[in-house]
């Protein structure tokens, strides 16, 4: 039996994340060898994913992450099934990882095939779950890219958002922390009307017809009065037409062009369970 020394326990353990006592073990089973030991550990997080598949992951970290230039934007989230697990500082840190490595991809197929410390981000996760005992996998995957893109990630890792504007001015950071701060509060469903799916603009319109029906309204009135009312939806869900949550007093739209002739052309909210 090989002596298994505390030097390369930890170092198993700092490749893996594993516990102590699995990676001693491993590299017992493995009689000392480095790579056969990792893949005991992968095995045994197969064997586990396996028993977890149908187990709800509605827990994780939900991460945004901007390249260094600032044009391009990427959002994950990390699902398990715990809050307990979902808070743990190295879940969120690996979460980070990823968001990072996920700015590298163009697609979630592309991103889970990834080369993440000598494995694919695929079976990061598979060995993951054996080592947390839980289920882990990537829920959400989303980018954007534009002149300037800004992030934000509210308090606890429960919701993230991306926001892409026309132009990289001065200022331009503050002002898309601020529009990324708004679309995590009040959820916007569209950029603006035309980004409206028009089966919902079909079924706003039919429930305000019926509201209007039950007031008494004659039915020769009720399609412009239902306009009027599908204005407002707009107003209330589509991002760059809400009101601007640190001043209400104007728009969104009317906020970013604070610094000049710039837009918001893009956005990205992500939220668990969502």
């Known amino acids: 039996m090989a002596n298994i020394t505390a030097a390369e326990v930890n170092k198993l353990r700092q490749t893996t994340g594993a ?14 060898n480095f790579e056969k030991a990792i893949e005991i550990l992968r095995k ?7 028993n ?13 992450k901007v390249n260094t230039e600032a044009t391009a934007g990427a959002v994950i989230s990390l699902n398990c099934e715990t809050d307990f697990v979902a808070k743990n500082d190295g879940f969120v840190n690996l979460a980070n990882q ?3 490595l996920a700015l590298s991809a163009a697609s979630k197929d592309e991103f889970l095939a990834s080369n993440f410390n000598g494995m694919t981000v695929a079976e990061k996760l598979i060995e993951q779950t054996g080592v947390i005992g839980e289920k882990i996998e990537i829920g959400a995957f989303d980018k954007i ?3 300037y893109v ?3 990630i509210h308090a606890g890792n429960k919701i993230a958002t991306l926001v892409g504007l026309s132009a990289a001015k001065a200022g331009a950071e503050i002002v898309a922390k601020d529009v990324a701060m708004q679309a995590a509060a009040m959820s916007p469903i569209a950029l603006d009307e035309n980004g409206v799916d028009q ?46 949550i640190k001043d209400s007093k104007q728009s969104v739209a009317q906020y970013v062009k604070t610094l000049g002739d710039v837009k918001v052309i893009d956005f990205k909210r992500v939220a668990l369970g969502s």
């Open 44 to 50: 045994k997080g197969q064997k586990v994913a396996a």
């Open 150 to 152: 800004g992030a934000y």
């Open 145 to 147: 890219e534009a002149p």
């Open 19 to 32: 516990g102590m006592m699995d990676c001693k073990k491993a590299l017992v089973e493995a009689d000392g």
């Open 199 to 244: 089966a919902i603009i079909e079924k706003e319109i039919e429930i305000a017809k019926d509201q209007l029906r039950q007031e008494g309204k004659p039915e020769a009135m009720l399609d412009n009065i239902a306009k009027g009312k599908l204005k407002r939806f707009f107003k209330d869900n589509t991002l760059i037409n809400q009101d601007f």
């Open 52 to 64: 977890r598949a149908d187990r709800d992951s509605s827990e994780g970290a939900v991460i945004a």
């Open 98 to 100: 990823l968001a990072e």
